[in-house]
T-cell receptor
Framework: GQQVMQIPQYQHVQEGEDFTTYCNSS?????IQWYKQRPGGHPVFLIQ?????EVKKQKRLTFQFGEAKKNSSLHITATQTTDVGTYFC?????????FGGGTRVLVKP | DGGITQSPKYLFRKEGQNVTLSCEQN?????MYWYRQDPGQGLRLIYY???????QKGDIAEGYSVSREKKESFPLTVTSAQKNPTAFYLC????????????FGPGTRLLVL
């Protein structure tokens, strides 16, 4: 079945620096959703991308859907300690949401 | 207050025992889901339900059972057939199943004694 791969699995970031996490698929995605899960918490919806090449911004977060709709990225600028958590991407299709394994982000103050 | 509630927050199970995890939503959502999350891992779909009295198996349904007798409730039973039940269980709901946002409950941590 459809598999969504996320890289890197872990991301250690110095506070104030930028980083990017990626979501890749071998087949075309109908859409991509991003969620954030704080340590000990539950996933919270961040954004959904549907169109080829789509870019959406939420303050310091920039989400992009690839032109071929096979990959997506999340770029965070000026990382803060509040950015700590696991970021999941997933495709909503076939009546369900298939998640990638997530990128765990740790911020060094 | 609208949202999804799960209870209990922590649950301990003895070997060979069935346990039921509660999930309730007052968002008037048609679709509900159960996921399992192991430490440091992603979310894997156990079961989902699109409407009342109907549900489908997800990717790891073996050893689990569900019911959907009411729109707002989707309890999950972890049976004794599930050999490695220790995990974090998350319930979610969405308006429908056409790619809408999923809203997650706070989760239940199940530990086997």
């Amino acid at each position: 079945g459809q598999q969504v791969m996320q890289i890197p699995q872990y991301q250690h970031v110095q506070e104030g620096e930028d980083f990017t996490t990626y979501c890749n698929s071998s087949t075309t995605l109908s859409n991509i959703q991003w969620y954030k899960q704080r340590p000990g918490g539950h996933p919270v919806f961040l954004i959904q991308l549907v169109k080829s090449g789509e870019v959406k911004k939420q303050k310091r977060l920039t989400f992009q859907f690839g032109e071929a709709k096979k990959n997506s990225s999340l770029h965070i600028t000026a990382t803060q300690t509040t950015d700590v958590g696991t970021y999941f991407c997933g495709e909503a299709a076939g009546n369900k949401l298939t998640f990638g394994g997530g990128t765990r982000v740790l911020v060094k103050p | 207050d609208g949202g999804i509630t799960q209870s209990p927050k922590y649950l301990f199970r003895k070997e060979g025992q069935n346990v039921t995890l509660s999930c309730e939503q007052n968002l008037n959502h048609d679709a509900m889901y159960w996921y399992r999350q192991d430490p440091g891992q992603g979310l894997r779909l156990i079961y989902y339900s699109q409407i009342v009295n109907d549900f489908q198996k997800g990717d790891i349904a073996e050893g689990y059972s569900v019911s959907r007798e009411k729109k707002e409730s989707f309890p999950l039973t972890v049976t004794s057939a599930q050999k490695n039940p220790t995990a974090f269980y998350l319930c979610a709901s969405s308006i429908g199943t056409a790619g809408e946002t999923q809203y997650f409950g706070p989760g239940t941590r199940l530990l086997v004694l």
